[in-house]
């Protein structure tokens, strides 16, 4: 066995059918497919119960643990025998040379390699059309891309994701704690440890609603709290790169805004200043207030 291909899934029993068939249809057949249900509803067990085999598993938890311990799960539950865990979402799907390219890729690479990434098509179904992505940063060494990945991050974990499975050993796994963007803080993680391979080729094609209402909404609280226990994770190495701290800032500072909790807002933004001085935290603290009369 060479890919554990980790699915988590949540209600969407159509697309979830699409992504496991974009599997099947790999031109690299040396796979198992792990879909984690994150407590759906009996629709999704009735429409994958056709699709299980030796080669495709279905576990469902039975209380939501959220995207982090729904993942967490298929990774523990991998075959031993498996090199590589690849990620993909329930509304997303591979092109048939995702695995191939994949393991071309990966397959003799470094002990300093531990996962990669390749190019996407964002589909818009209203719209039927499509975006190619890739991002392909300068970054040259893994200290490099930390700190880069601090300030900007580009890519997450539906962009043809997959991670050689002894890294988990080093790194741990997912924080099920964060109930979003975990995939920022495994990533910081990660990059303590090992570099990457950015595969440029589109390969995924990642399903957007126009509505967002299929994608973790920027505004939310739990993306707010999540950016916050991510910044205490890892707030000495933020703390030395000036522009990641101030991106912290305004991101968790702006959310709170949106939503309408000034107060917890500006807690922030006097926090930051307590830290260290900034005239860019002055200067943001007075456009969101002019924003929000």
């Known amino acids: 066995m060479v890919f554990s291909i980790i699915i988590p899934t949540k209600d969407r029993p159509e697309l979830l059918i699409e992504a496991i068939r974009s599997v099947q249809q790999q031109t690299f057949q040396d796979w198992e497919i792990i879909i984690v249900d994150d407590a759906s509803s009996e629709a999704t067990a009735a429409a994958v119960r056709p699709f299980v085999s030796g080669k495709i598993k279905y576990l469902r938890n039975e209380t939501s643990l959220g995207p982090g311990g729904t993942r967490n799960r298929g990774i523990l539950s991998a075959s031993p025998e498996s090199i590589f865990i690849s990620l993909l979402d329930d509304d997303d799907t591979y092109y048939p040379e995702f695995l191939q390219k994949t393991y071309d890729a990966m397959?003799?690479?470094s002990d300093e390699i531990g996962f990669s990434w390749t190019g996407i098509n964002n589909f818009y179904p209203s719209m039927q059309q499509q975006e190619a992505f890739f991002w392909d940063p300068p970054f040259r060494d893994r200290v490099q891309a930390f700190q880069g990945f601090l300030e900007k991050r580009l890519i997450g974990t539906g962009y043809g994701i997959t991670i050689k499975k002894h890294v988990f050993e080093k790194v741990g796994y997912f924080d099920e704690s964060?109930?979003?963007v975990e995939d920022t803080d495994f990533f910081l993680r990660m990059l303590k440890f090992f570099f990457y391979i950015k595969i440029p080729f589109v390969l995924v094609r990642i399903t957007r609603a126009d509505n967002n209402t299929d994608h973790?909404?920027?505004?939310?609280?739990?993306?707010?709290?999540?950016?916050?226990?991510?910044?205490?994770?890892?707030?000495?190495?933020?703390?030395?790169?000036?522009q990641a701290w101030y991106n912290f800032k305004r991101k968790i500072s702006s959310i709170y805004y949106r939503l309408g909790n000034q107060k917890k807002a500006r807690e922030i933004l006097f926090a930051a200043l307590q830290e260290k001085f900034s005239l860019r935290i002055i200067i943001l603290w007075l456009k969101l207030e002019m924003t929000k009369r």
């Open 178 to 180: 964060l109930r979003a």
């Open 107 to 109: 397959v003799n690479s």
């Open 216 to 242: 973790v909404n920027t505004d939310s609280i739990e993306r707010a709290d999540a950016l916050e226990s991510i910044y205490k994770k890892h707030r000495e190495s933020i703390l030395r790169n000036a």
